[in-house]
Every structure is written in C-alpha cells, then in structure tokens.
C-alpha cells in the first residue's frame, strides 16, 4: 500500500503513561489527506450499498453499524491489517497481535441517538484485559455532530456490570448496554478528520446525539492479544487474523477467513 496514505507514528514514553492512566489517547493523524479521501470513498461506497438515510424508528445497529467493514474495503483492510494503529497496537497490546473487530460506526446527520456509557469489554468481554479499541474520524467531530466522551481513568476500575437499557430500540447487537458512570468527570473527545483515538477495553465512553447538519462517520477497529479467549463465549479464542508474533491456539493460526 502507498505509505503516503497513512502516516506511521510511534507512541513516546509520555504518551504511553498517560495512556495508562487515563486509558485513552488522541494519537495525531494516522491518515494523510489522501488517505482520507481514499478510506471515505471506500467506506461510503460500502454504506451506500448496504444502508440507507437515518430512519428514527430503526435501532442503532440498522442505522449507524456496518460490520466487517474490511470485507468490502480494500483499503481499509490495509489499514486494519498492516497500517499504523497496528503498530500502536503492538506497542500497548505487546509482541502477540490480532485482529478482533472492524466496523463503521456513523452517527449520520439527522441521528440524535445517545450511544450509553459502556466498556467495550462490556459488550464482548475478552480475556486477557488489554483489547484496544481504536477509532478514526472520517469526519471532523464535535459536541454538536455527536463526538465521543469519555471517563478518563475509568479503565483503572475494571470490568463493570452493564444492565439492559431502558429504551425500547435496540442499540448494539440486539440489546442496549450501559454501565454507570460518574458523568462529572466526563469529558468530550473533539477530533479533526483522519486522527485515530485508542481506548482501553475498560475505559468508559458513550457518544452523544447529532444535532448539527453533518454527518459523523467513524472506523472503528479492536485489537486483541493474540491469545485472547471470548469470556462471554466459553472461553473460545477470539477468531482474527494474526498480526504480529504468536499464538497458542491453532484455529486462530488457520483463520483465513478474513483475508
Ligand atoms: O460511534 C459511536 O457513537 C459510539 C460507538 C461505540 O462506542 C461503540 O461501538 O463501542
């Protein structure tokens, strides 16, 4: 892949230990302009074929959610596989790395839905506890297109309950979470088109509605220990594609079905 579509970084000592503290971190561009072009093309071209306008009677998961985005996107399959939130990834995660999770998460204009407080280990707790989920706005974001909040430290309190939702429409794979928060320590997320934001698997965070006349589109990848196991799923390794090092687990070896 052209390298001047993504711009490679390694994270400094500061910015590791602030991650650790606070559980989340905007590192900076990871896309170039270009690459952001590129990437947003692709996607739209995938959402366009599969979704269609804002409907408020839809849920969540039928209105903001593509899956699998790196099925359908040639250049967001490099991007997920060898593009540098990986190497981010392996410098939080450690020498073993796969792949967990790629989605698009687009809080369209029109969407006033609030996304609750959550882990995302509260929706597919893996095992061991240091999952990475990293998002890139495709968009500029804001309090008003919807950005996202987060509770800095809270990755520092563990895996917490998370109770069904109150509201009727579905939010995430069937069922609304959401977990308590302090919501005076929240603080929002800005972040220009192109940059990348990691969180902690524990670190709480919920988006808010959009109220403006823009769209907030979000890439959305998870990255795991290469040995990472489903909790919620008897324990069963977490299929993805291996990415960095090694793995005890032979299925995780063969997945290919990925590629
Ligand atoms: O895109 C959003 O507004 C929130 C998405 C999110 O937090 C998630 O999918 O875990």
Known sequence: MNQALFIFKRLSDSELRRFAAEGYLVCGATLSAPGLEQIRGE?????????????????????????????????????????????????????????????????????????????????GELEPYNALSCLTALDDTSLENGCLWVIPGSNRTGQQAHAQGKAAADVKHGAELMARAEESKAVPVPMKAGESLVMSCWTLHKSGPNRSGRDRRILFFRYADADAVEVYNQRRPRLGRLLRGRTRFEEVRRFEADL
Request: charged share 20%; hydrophobic share 40%; net charge positive.
């Open 43 to 123: 996607c739209m071209a995938a959402w366009n074929r599969e979704k269609s306008a804002f409907d408020p009677d839809k849920t969540w998961l039928e209105n903001a959610l593509l899956p699998n985005i790196h099925h359908r996107s040639a250049m967001v399959r490099q991007f997920y596989f060898a593009g540098p939130l990986v190497d981010v990834a392996e410098q939080i995660i450690g020498p073993n790395l796969k792949a967990a999770t790629s989605q698009l998460t687009f809080k369209t204009r029109g969407n006033r839905m609030v996304f609750p407080w959550h882990q995302d280990n509260g929706y």
